[in-house]
């Protein structure tokens, strides 16, 4: 039994009312995405139609293709990283450029990260989350699709915090090396808004079954001066055929979830992650 069976019951029911609609005629998307300063490729960006279960993130080299139908011929595409000017398109316009170009290049962004040096031995180190470890019950990404990805809400003692590390407990991992992104977003009508951290974490790891992963997050200069935020884990990297899992609890609080890059954000009531964040304050 495939152990993300109790996350994938709950989207299955959640998204079954869409298939009627899934029978439309189809196009394959291709692409690169280029450095425009350097015309070096941009790997683990993220591409999707807004608001809608369509998108991908682009490969190590750069390359990126997903099929898309349609009916979304009129709707936007964003292309967005971090350190990089976002770019929309409307898609039938998008897959004409891509017909007469096949590379899309993005344009650094000069942004000011500010670093953060803890040098107050008055700042106390707290831990929160949930610290389930259990087999039980499990959570992983919803499919193969890159770009899915789901979350879990922090509310913390202040308004002004600095994230020490993560940690997540693996029940299953048949990867060789493991390879996901850490997002930290900021709360927007009860769920994940924009995006808090200035550089991507991501995260290769060789750990493996009913093993806790330490996700050392200060290199990364994370301070929050909100009381809630969101942490989430993102699927980039589908380059083996394999299994990972985490420990989730039921009942448990919420999860919030998204298919793709972009799409809109849902929740399911009820089931917990095993993840906790040690912060400064």
């Known amino acids: 039994m495939n152990s993300r069976i109790l996350f994938c019951l709950f989207v299955l029911f959640f998204s079954s009312l869409s298939l009627y609609s899934a029978i439309q005629p189809v196009q394959l998307v291709q692409g690169r995405i280029i450095e425009k300063l350097s015309d070096n490729p941009l ?8 608001g809608k279960g369509v998108g991908t993130v682009s490969a190590l080299d750069g390359t990126f293709s997903f099929h898309i139908d349609e009916r979304y011929d009129d709707d936007i595409l964003r292309i967005s990283m971090i350190g990089y000017v976002t770019q929309e398109f409307v898609v039938k316009e998008f897959k004409e450029k891509l017909a007469a170009d096949y590379n899309v290049f993005l344009e650094p962004k000069t942004e000011l990260i500010e670093e953060i040096a803890i040098v107050d031995s008055k700042m106390r180190s707290y831990l929160k989350g949930n610290k ?5 019950f499990t959570i992983g990404f919803e499919t193969d699709t890159l770009g899915n990805e789901f979350a879990t809400k922090f509310k913390v003692r202040k308004r002004k915090t600095i994230l020490k590390d993560l940690r997540l407990s693996i029940v299953e991992n048949t990867f060789d090396t493991l390879r996901f992104r850490v997002n930290i977003y900021d709360m927007a009508d009860g769920r994940p808004g924009n995006i808090l951290n200035k550089k991507n974490i991501i995260i290769s790891t060789t750990k493996k079954d009913s093993e806790v992963l330490i996700i050392d997050l200060l290199p990364y200069n994370v301070a929050i001066k909100q009381r809630n935020f969101f942490v989430s884990l993102e699927w980039i990297d589908s380059s083996e055929e394999a299994d990972v899992s985490f420990s989730a609890a039921f009942p448990a609080r919420t999860v919030y979830y998204r298919s793709t890059s972009h799409d809109k954000w849902k929740s399911i009531n009820g089931l917990g992650i095993g993840m906790q964040i040690t912060y400064l304050q």
């Open 43 to 50: 790997s683990y960006v993220n591409i999707g139609v807004v």
């Open 132 to 136: 389930s470890k259990t087999q039980n």
